[in-house]
């Protein structure tokens, strides 16, 4: 029975009973197992034996399960007792790692202590002995005997001992023996004057901080030897004690037998000092002992500490206060007076050093919380605690944290050699030993939480396991009540169908033949059989099994590198894809290094906040950013953590282009980031090769990417993976789910949802289109909005309400406000260039207020002053040799407030049109920006070979003079800013139609143009800017020429003119003309051409928008038409621009645009900009013939469904009655872009209105091209 038990899991015996089954398929499952379970007999009779067998089985099986039953619980004991153990020793394990590195690192710390102290005293012994053989050798060049001696240079040397070793004071105090002590006296009273003066001169000059003069002889105050009272110096030796009465405060030391004299002689420093001189030291009872000692020993010795002032009355003048209550020591140092070995002590070297000096500038910033007590064997302690560089004095005694005595290590200072230890004990001098501690605070850093951690960590794994084990265990179980209930019904079946010889007999077979299949192999060929009690040939067989186990084909991985592929599977991830929504149109338009600029800091914004959140960033590709959560290591929280990240990232970009917008220009505050999250398994590994790299495969990649690619700007889009996961973690209110459907590309109809993120930080910021919401004029607005405009830019009249509301600039939108910045730093990197020229002329001239006024009081219109040919500076050699970099030039405070505040007020000048705005003049000013750029900037010319001055002159000839003169550039930027100040968002043609008085003032010519110039040209000419037009215009030649060329390159900006067209024309055949006569370096034809440089560029750039990237042309496109559209809605004007607006802009960019950019390239000044500027207006002009006649529909939808359209003026409401009624309804199928969607880098921004309105046919507008003849057109009015 157990060999039928065996087999009768072999899948032999089922295909063996297969048949048998089928025949009795009327047999009855459950009347069988009740039959099982009654032990009755079967119907085919079961013999007593076979009962015996059968029961003898299920005992065998109650055994075993009885057995696995008991090692399960040792297997749960033995998983305690382990997991216990382990989380013991972990915790013991790591928290012996902390206590080794808290005590490897406590000792670093003290041994560099201990160094360092040791080093300075023995540099500080050196440093003095160094001081007495300089002196020694100077006594003996300058014959003088001790203790007559005076060293001259003593007061500079002694400084300079002072700064390298820390000491406060030095003094020389020679020995005067009795026979001595009146000679002394005459000769300090001889020689103090001038040692005095010399160094009190000294002292004044290099150190007068130090520096306390007492008064000075009034009576010769021209005299350059300055004289300082010195009457307070004492003409004898005197102390405090015992003696023959002198001064009033001095007692005279008696001349007595067998007594040294040891008198303070020259100091450093020596301010205010004169009254302590000759003051006996040896007398004082403080010195008396250890200069008897030096002198017994013949070595430094150092004194106890005393007080600071002891011997300064002045010391608390000239030193910090904290220094003051320090421990202070002197240390004397023998002089000799010979060098050699025979010789004597004659006088005494005495250093007044502070403790403090010794610790200080030990450790680094970072270590703090070090004590170090110091203590004497004269019986005196203190304390210090190290803080980074500084050591801060704790008081008097031991004042370490007495728990942590244990930790520290003692220092040593020797200040004499070891030979004189023993006598030193003689005399008992004081020894000073340091003692360095931890305090609790630093040894804190090293104690955490970590043991605690990983022991939890390892109980946790421990957990997991038995888990794991225990599911395990249940799905065997099962696995085996089912293999057992089968196994009981075949049994039941077999014995039931079979006698149990039969079946023996018939099980028996079939066991041998399942042995002969074993061994043949799998083409059914015998295996070989080796006798394996042949060691060689076994050993033969095995390294054969061996190599072809291991050998891979030749193309195969392992082959080629050697090793299996760097890969994982995580199955827990999530992953972040995130899409820059309008940085390609943005780009499109900035140069290389501002586009690099905005990515690096965005994207190191972005690794930033990925370390703090442990998200791995994996790659950024363009302006995508790709990161990933739950790998290299597993995170259960992987949805929540990435969540948190996607929000950071849109809150910190928002805050960033804002930010940025004031440096790189305008749009940059619109950008936003479109991101897209999905959870699931990746595969990541290294993809070997060349610049081989960590990457990501799977669906989860595609899934996250077209999820990204189907959100809208400023939002998280994710899936319903990522959804159940922060459900799963209680962040089920984080998410809402998304109303439509999405469809992505290989996934279909996907239903996913949002990621809700604050209110204040969720906005799109995306660029859209132009909504009619701001189709506006001023004078349509509040009267309050009208007054502060007014106020801003005439300036606030008393009892205005914008009187005391801040400066111009606060008045402005915030979004104007951003623009004013960033202009404001354009201009005032010109203006740094300008100041910088003018600093490397040789005789710079001031411009008279009278020629200011005479240039700023013009007579006549603006038209009157456009000149032919505008005359710039020639190149000057000397003043390019001279040059002054600009980056040195630093702009005064006030001039910058004037300039804020001037195109603060420009800005206000603009009226609220969807074109003609001053967010348009900021757009036309970064063109002329980047345009001038390439100008001053040509690669053709700047890498030529050659010196200096000769490539300075060539690139001056080669861009018409342009680039070396800031003054002309500075102006380009004016003009752009200013061209279109007030103006009223209808054509000069309007104007003169509606008899306008700007009309009659201008003659009907250029009506809008000039009066830009005129009302910017007031407000820049303001006497409240004084200071910034001296900063301009420096002679009255500059401000001629800056008037100048503002009035020619925003004169150029009317197209219209045929006056000035016709001479714009005939300028440019003249000076591009191949029979032109003049020559190349003709100063008037290098003029003439930067001329027609300086119109083109302000040409280009006004228009600028249609040879750019085809969104920005598609966003100033529709804000032209709104703008057009409300003048005819407002009865300004009679035709209806959505008539012909497609064929005009056809017309437009074929007899205006094109032949535009063209003459740019012609210029040979721009570089590849003419060449983008030509590509993109070929690129737009297809585009417009393709989709041009769907986007006016587009264009005139949303014009008509805006609120401020529908609910405009009568005027507005009359004119909309004459409209075809089919635009006052909507279209049956319509799909209105939503404010996401009209982001820059939207390929798809615009559906098609299937049943839009059909476009009416109209005639023509006439207008004049740029080769003089009559062309279609809608938009050369702007």
């Known amino acids: 029975m157990k060999s039928l038990l065996k087999k009768k899991q072999s899948p032999a015996v089922d295909q063996v009973m297969k048949p048998v089954l089928e025949e009795s398929a009327e ?32 005992e065998l099986a109650k055994k075993e399960s009885s057995m696995i039953r008991y090692s399960k619980v040792m297997v749960c004991v033995v998983i305690v007792v382990v997991t216990a153990t382990m989380a013991l020793l972990t915790y013991q394990l790591v928290q012996k790692q902390e206590d080794d590195d808290y005590h490897t690192t406590f000792y670093a710390i003290a041994e560099e202590v201990k160094e360092y102290s040791q080093l300075k005293a023995k540099y500080v012994i050196d440093n003095m002995e160094s ?106 030796v005197w102390t405090t004690n015992e003696g023959e009465k002198g001064d009033a405060d001095h007692v005279r030391m008696p001349v007595e037998e067998n007594i040294v004299y040891s008198p303070i002689w020259q100091r450093a420093p020596a301010s205010d000092y004169h009254p302590l001189v000759n003051y ?55 002089i000799y007076d010979n060098l050699t070995h025979n010789r004597t002590i004659v006088a005494v070297l005495a250093s007044f050093l502070r403790w403090g000096s010794f610790f200080t500038d030990v450790l680094p910033s970072s270590q703090q919380g070090i004590y170090v007590v110091l203590e004497s064997t004269c019986d005196q302690e203190f304390t210090y605690e190290i803080f980074g560089h500084k050591a801060v004095f704790m008081g008097n005694g031991d004042n370490h944290e007495k728990r942590l005595d244990k930790d520290h290590l003692e220092v040593t200072f020797e200040f004499s050699p070891e030979t004189a230890l023993e006598k030193d004990s003689i005399h008992k001098f004081c020894h000073y030993y340091a003692h360095i501690f931890p305090s609790e605070q630093w040894r804190s850093q090293f104690f955490t939480s970590r043991p605690y951690a990983y022991a939890s960590g390892v109980v946790l794994c421990f957990v997991v396991t038995t888990i794991v084990f225990m599911m395990y265990d249940c799905l065997v179980q099962n696995r085996q009540k089912k293999v057992m209930k089968s196994a009981k019904r075949t049994n039941a079946i077999v014995n039931s169908l079979f006698p149990a010889n039969v079946r023996d007999r018939l099980l028996e077979g079939i066991e041998n033949d399942s042995k002969k299949g074993d061994d043949k192999d799998d083409e059914g060929n015998p295996k070989s059989r080796v006798s394996w009690s042949d060691p060689s040939m076994a050993f033969m067989q095995q390294q054969r099994n061996s190599d072809m186990a291991n050998k891979a084909p030749a193309c195969s991985s392992e082959a080629i590198f050697g090793s299996k592929p760097i890969a994982d599977l995580f199955p827990a991830t999530t992953i972040m894809f995130g899409d820059m929504v309008g940085f390609t149109a943005w780009s499109s338009v900035r140069d290389p290094s501002q586009v690099f600029s905005l990515l690096e800091t965005v994207y190191h914004s972005f690794d930033t906040i990925a370390k703090r959140r442990r998200v791995f960033k994996v790659e950024t590709v363009g302006d995508c950013y790709v990161a990933v959560c739950g790998l290299p290591l597993p995170r259960k929280e992987h949805a929540v953590v990435m969540a948190k990240f996607a929000s950071d990232c849109l809150h910190k970009m928002k805050r960033l282009v804002q930010q940025l917008e004031t440096s790189l220009g305008p749009d940059t505050a619109e950008l936003n980031m479109r991101i897209g999250l999905h959870s699931g398994p990746v595969t990541a590994g290294v993809l070997r090769g060349d610049k081989g790299r960590f990457q990501l495969f799977g669906d989860t990649m595609n899934t996250a990417s077209r999820l990204e690619s189907t959100g809208s700007a400023g939002r998280i889009h994710i899936s319903r993976d ?194 003609h705005s001053f967010e348009h003049a900021s757009h036309v000013t970064m063109s002329v920006v980047k345009l001038l750029s390439r100008i001053v900037n040509p690669i053709e010319v700047s890498t030529r070979e050659g010196t200096n001055d000769q490539i300075a002159s060539e690139l001056h000839d080669h861009t018409f003079g342009i680039t070396s003169d800031p003054l002309t550039q500075f102006a380009c930027i004016i003009s752009a800013l200013i061209h279109d100040a007030d103006h009223p968002g209808v054509p000069n043609s309007t104007l003169v139609k509606e008899e306008h008085p700007l009309a009659s003032k201008y003659k009907n010519k250029s009506v809008a143009e000039q009066n830009s110039v005129d009302l910017a040209w007031e407000i820049i000419m303001s006497q409240e800017y004084k200071d910034l037009q001296t900063c301009i215009c420096g002679t009255k030649d500059e401000m001629t020429r800056f008037r100048s060329i503002i009035v020619n390159v925003v004169m150029a900006t009317d197209i219209i003119d045929k006056d000035l067209g016709a001479q714009r024309k005939a300028r440019w055949e003249k000076a591009f003309a191949e029979d032109c006569e003049e020559k190349a370096r003709d100063p008037l034809a290098i003029n003439r051409k930067a001329t027609i440089v300086l119109e083109h560029l302000m040409q280009a750039s006004d228009v600028s928008h249609t040879m750019q990237h085809w969104v920005v042309f598609r966003k100033w496109n529709e804000r032209l038409f709104n703008e057009m559209y409300q003048a005819f809605v407002d009865g300004r004007s009679d035709r209806d621009p959505s008539k012909g607006w497609y064929q005009g802009e056809l017309g437009f960019f074929d007899y205006y645009i094109i032949p535009l950019a063209k003459k740019l390239e012609t210029c040979g000044v721009f570089g590849v900009s003419s060449h983008e500027y030509l590509s993109y207006a070929q690129a737009n002009r297809r585009e417009w013939e393709a989709k041009g006649e769907q986007l006016v529909k587009d264009y005139l939808w949303r014009f008509h469904n805006s609120k401020k359209a529908l609910d405009g003026s009568v005027k507005s409401a009359s004119i909309r009655k004459k409209l075809p009624d089919s635009l006052h309804k909507a279209p049956e199928v319509v799909s209105v872009p939503s404010a996401e969607q009209q982001g820059f880098d939207l390929s798809n921004q615009f559906d098609l209105l299937d049943d839009a309105p059909e476009q009416h046919e109209e005639e023509p507008t006439v207008l004049v091209g740029l080769d003089g003849s009559e062309k279609l057109n809608n938009e050369l009015w702007c």
């Open 722 to 915: 990522t959804a159940e996961i922060l459900v799963a973690n209680g962040k089920e209110k984080w998410i809402t789910q998304r109303e439509d459907e999405v469809f992505a590309k290989g996934k279909g109809t996907l239903q996913t949802y949002w990621v809700r993120i604050n209110e204040d930080s969720s906005g799109t910021g995306g660029t859209g289109t132009y909504s009619n919401s701001n189709v506006t004029s001023v004078s349509s607005g509040a009267s309050d909005t009208k007054n502060a405009v007014v106020d801003l830019v005439l300036g606030p009249k008393e009892g205005s309400p914008t009187a005391t509301s801040g400066t111009a600039l606060d008045m402005l939108p915030k979004k104007q406000q951003r623009l004013v910045s960033w202009n404001v730093e354009i201009l005032a990197k010109i203006l740094r260039q300008i100041m910088a020229r003018r600093a490397s002329l040789e005789n710079p001239k001031e411009i008279s207020k009278k020629a200011s006024k005479k240039i700023t009081e013009l007579n006549g219109t603006v038209l009157d002053e456009v000149a032919d040919v505008l005359a710039l500076p020639q190149f000057d050699a000397k003043t390019y040799q001279n040059h002054v970099d600009p980056s040195s030039i630093m702009i005064p405070e006030t001039v910058m407030k004037q300039l804020t505040d001037m195109v603060s007020r420009v800005a206000a000048l603009y009226q609220d049109n969807p074109f």
């Open 27 to 58: 047999y009855d499952d459950e009347a069988f197992e009740d039959e099982m379970d009654s032990g009755g007999p079967s119907s085919t009779g079961v013999s007593p034996q076979e009962e015996e067998e059968s029961s003898d089985t299920f």
């Open 280 to 334: 006996d030291l040896h007398s004082d009872p403080n010195f008396e002992r250890f200069i008897n000692g030096m002198l017994a020993v013949d070595h430094p010795v150092i004194s106890p500490v005393v007080d600071a002032a002891y011997l300064d009355s002045n010391y608390e003048h000239r030193f910090d206060p904290k220094e003051q209550a320090e421990p202070h020591s002197y240390l004397l140092e023998p």
């Open 131 to 236: 001081l007495c053989v300089h002196i020694t050798s100077t006594a003996a060049a300058s014959n003088q005997e001790w203790p007559f001696v005076t060293i001259p240079d003593f007061q500079v040397k002694g400084m300079l001992s002072n700064e390298d070793t820390g000491a406060h004071t030095t003094s020389i105090n020679p020995l005067v023996f009795p026979g001595q002590l009146e000679n002394w006296s005459a000769y300090s009273a001889a020689h103090a004057d001038a040692w005095m003066q010399s160094a009190h001169r000294y002292d004044s000059i290099a150190h007068p901080e130090l520096y306390v003069m007492e008064h000075h002889d009034t009576e010769d105050t021209h005299d350059q030897s300055l004289r300082w009272n010195i009457t307070g110096i004492t003409p004898y």
